[in-house]
């Protein structure tokens, strides 16, 4: 006789012997979930992504992350009197590039060295502003930190190279920022006409 636990076979009475003395129960094996047919217990699935054509949620901004302002009417600098579209407004990626050259250059020398009074810290936009326009790397937000200055915050009364910053940035209110912003309709420009641009001081 066959031992239905193992592999052993012999007379009935030895079949005996060998339960008792090897400790083999006569019980054949179990068979496991997976060898009896039964599909293996399920595993949690990865997370799903978001919809097809719908975009995650935009992480929160940080804290000091710049960002575009709405417009603003200039009380000071050389665009004293217009509303300023806002920063983000196609309008100062249009400047045109004579302007903007002629404004590289004085710019660069304003700040090549820098005059004292750019060094304070309220002119720290100024000062920015200025080395961005030395690098023809201008922004939205540059240009309202220069249209709206001072002159005092370009350098001191007998600086002629602050004169010569101050006066080109007045040429480009004159010869683009006023005629742009009078064309475009009320609505667009803020609900306010642009009012007429002052005009720049007679070369020296």
């Known amino acids: 006789m066959r031992c239905a636990g193992c592999t052993y076979a012999g007379a009935p009475a030895g079949l005996t012997a060998h339960h008792r003395a090897g400790g083999c129960t006569g ?43 709405g417009p603003v009417r200039a009380e000071t600098g ?31 020398r304003l700040v090549t060295p820098e005059q004292p009074v750019l060094r304070e810290k309220g002119n720290r936009g100024v000062r920015y502003a200025l080395r961005a326009a030395g690098n023809k790397r201008m922004t939205g937000r540059h240009w309202h930190a220069l249209l709206t200055a001072s002159r ?14 101050f006066e080109v940035l007045r ?22 006409r642009a009012d007429p641009a002052p005009a720049p001081p007679p070369a020296r």
């Not at 094996?29 to 997976?34: I, K, L, R, V, Y």
């Open 27 to 69: 019980i054949p094996p179990q068979p496991q979930p997976e060898q009896a047919g039964q599909p293996p217990a399920p595993q949690d699935a990865p997370a799903a992504g978001p919809p097809p054509g719908e975009r995650r949620p935009r992480r929160p901004r940080r804290p000091g992350t710049a960002e575009d302002t």
């Open 78 to 108: 050389p665009a004293q009197g217009l509303l300023l579209p806002g920063t983000g407004d196609q309008i100062w990626k249009q400047v045109p590039l004579p302007l903007r050259h002629t404004l590289a250059t004085a710019a660069y």
């Open 152 to 165: 005092e915050s370009f350098g001191s009364a007998r600086s002629e190279r602050a004169d010569r910053a």
């Open 171 to 192: 040429e480009v209110v004159a010869q683009y920022v006023a005629p742009a912003l009078a064309q475009r309709p009320a609505d667009e420009a803020g609900g306010q």
